[in-house]
């Protein structure tokens, strides 16, 4: 975990983050791929500069893979290509397991990127071939008591995830496991790579997956596969995640940092407010009774047919050209 407390220098050149996390109680680990958690080695820990709580992000200047954007903890990196923000959780030697400094790091993205107006839409993925996020860090959560569950801080940061403005994708690269597989539930879009894994295995650690698990996989896949999958904590493959609707997609491993960014692209030349409001109008709508839904579908057209952006988007397609609406200029 990178906190107040320690110093992390994150190094990128040419658009690659070359900088590893510095983690102060954990250094080496070995993951558990049946818990959906990563226990940590207290004893091999990474140096880290206790005086300082500052940390460094250098970039090299022209870079093809785009800006740097710096999150204050090495165990996320986050840059902007073009209008697609991309979210890495960069913990690759602990299969990117969650701890205190990824959370941090997610938490600090999404205010970065919130702000600007040059951001379209955000990618999440995991750094390396073998782990989206492969579960919670076993060293911390052995210390989580009654308060931490009240707080549930990682439930509270998957609903901001989910309640982005923005249309949010994640792709899934290896194992997405327990709270790895509630931040990929949390995205609008998820895309998976061949060698994908998921599962929520928290019953192995007598615990439930308290990130939105619980409720978002049974409005993912129905309710009887959510409680087969909860209840015994299986661990299913790309192709039957598919299969079950829990993802979108499912792609080779190399290419599927492409098909993330061509799906965004994809939804960036839409109408940027009727995106907005869709997500609105389907997340909320599936929340409540279809008549309600059905209001919020009718007051969400209203206001786009009073929009610039419907003139544009009909004007363009009778003019046969492609639609130039503002946010894209």
């Given at each position: 975990?990178?906190?107040?407390?320690?110093?992390?220098?994150?190094?990128?050149?040419?658009?690659?983050?070359?900088g590893t996390t510095a983690d102060s109680t954990a250094g080496t680990a070995t993951a558990d791929s049946t818990a959906g958690t990563t226990t940590a080695d207290s004893t091999a820990g990474t140096t880290t500069d206790?005086?300082?709580?500052?940390?460094?992000?250098?970039?090299?200047?022209?870079?093809?893979?785009?800006t740097v954007v710096d999150t204050g903890t090495g165990t996320v990196t986050a840059e902007l290509r073009g209008r697609v923000a991309v979210v890495t959780v960069n913990r690759p030697e602990v299969r990117n397991a969650?701890?205190?400094?990824?959370?941090?790091?997610?938490?600090?993205?999404?205010?970065?990127?919130?702000?600007?107006?040059?951001?379209?839409?955000?990618?999440?993925?995991?750094?390396g071939e073998k782990s989206f996020v492969a579960g919670a860090d076993i060293s911390q959560l052995v210390g989580y008591t009654l308060r931490d569950g009240l707080r549930a801080r990682m439930q509270r940061l998957y609903?901001?995830?989910?309640?982005?403005?923005?249309?949010?994708?994640?792709?899934?690269?290896?194992?997405?496991?327990?709270?790895?597989?509630?931040?990929?539930?949390?995205?609008?879009?998820?895309?998976?790579?061949?060698?994908?894994?998921?599962?929520?295995?928290?019953?192995?650690?007598?615990?439930?997956?308290?990130?939105?698990?619980?409720?978002?996989?049974?409005?993912?896949?129905?309710?009887?596969?959510?409680?087969?999958?909860?209840?015994?904590?299986?661990?299913?493959?790309?192709?039957?995640?598919?299969?079950?609707?829990?993802?979108?997609?499912?792609?080779?491993?190399?290419?599927?940092?492409?098909?993330?960014?061509?799906?965004?692209?994809?939804?960036?030349?839409?109408?940027?407010?009727?995106?907005?409001?869709?997500?609105?109008?389907?997340?909320?709508?599936?929340?409540?009774?279809?008549?309600?839904?059905?209001?919020?579908?009718?007051?969400?057209?209203?206001?786009?047919?009073?929009?610039?952006?419907?003139?544009?988007?009909?004007?363009?397609?009778?003019?046969?050209?492609?639609?130039?609406?503002?946010?894209?200029?």
């Amino acid at each position: 975990m990178t906190d107040s407390t320690g110093t992390t220098t994150a190094a990128t050149t040419a658009g690659t983050t070359t900088g590893t996390t510095a983690d102060s109680t954990a250094g080496t680990a070995t993951a558990d791929s049946t818990a959906g958690t990563t226990t940590a080695d207290s004893t091999a820990g990474t140096t880290t500069d206790s005086t300082s709580g500052a940390t460094d992000a250098v970039t090299t200047a022209g870079t093809s893979t785009g800006t740097v954007v710096d999150t204050g903890t090495g165990t996320v990196t986050a840059e902007l290509r073009g209008r697609v923000a991309v979210v890495t959780v960069n913990r690759p030697e602990v299969r990117n397991a969650l701890n205190f400094g990824v959370l941090d790091g997610i938490e600090a993205a999404l205010d970065a990127f919130e702000r600007r107006e040059d951001v379209g839409a955000v990618v999440f993925t995991g750094a390396g071939e073998k782990s989206f996020v492969a579960g919670a860090d076993i060293s911390q959560l052995v210390g989580y008591t009654l308060r931490d569950g009240l707080r549930a801080r990682m439930q509270r940061l998957y609903d901001r995830v989910q309640d982005l403005e923005l249309p949010t994708i994640a792709a899934v690269n290896g194992f997405a496991l327990g709270g790895g597989n509630e931040l990929a539930m949390s995205c609008d879009i998820r895309i998976a790579a061949g060698n994908a894994r998921f599962g929520l295995p928290e019953t192995n650690l007598g615990i439930l997956p308290g990130a939105g698990g619980t409720q978002r996989l049974s409005r993912l896949v129905g309710l009887g596969r959510a409680q087969e999958m909860i209840l015994t904590g299986r661990i299913i493959d790309a192709e039957e995640a598919l299969r079950i609707g829990l993802v979108t997609s499912v792609v080779p491993a190399e290419e599927l940092m492409g098909a993330a960014l061509a799906t965004a692209e994809t939804i960036l030349a839409k109408g940027p407010l009727a995106v907005r409001l869709a997500k609105l109008v389907v997340r909320n709508g599936a929340e409540t009774d279809q008549r309600t839904g059905l209001l919020l579908e009718r007051l969400a057209q209203s206001l786009l047919y009073a929009s610039d952006e419907k003139a544009e988007g009909a004007s363009a397609f009778l003019e046969k050209r492609p639609a130039r609406f503002r946010e894209q200029d």
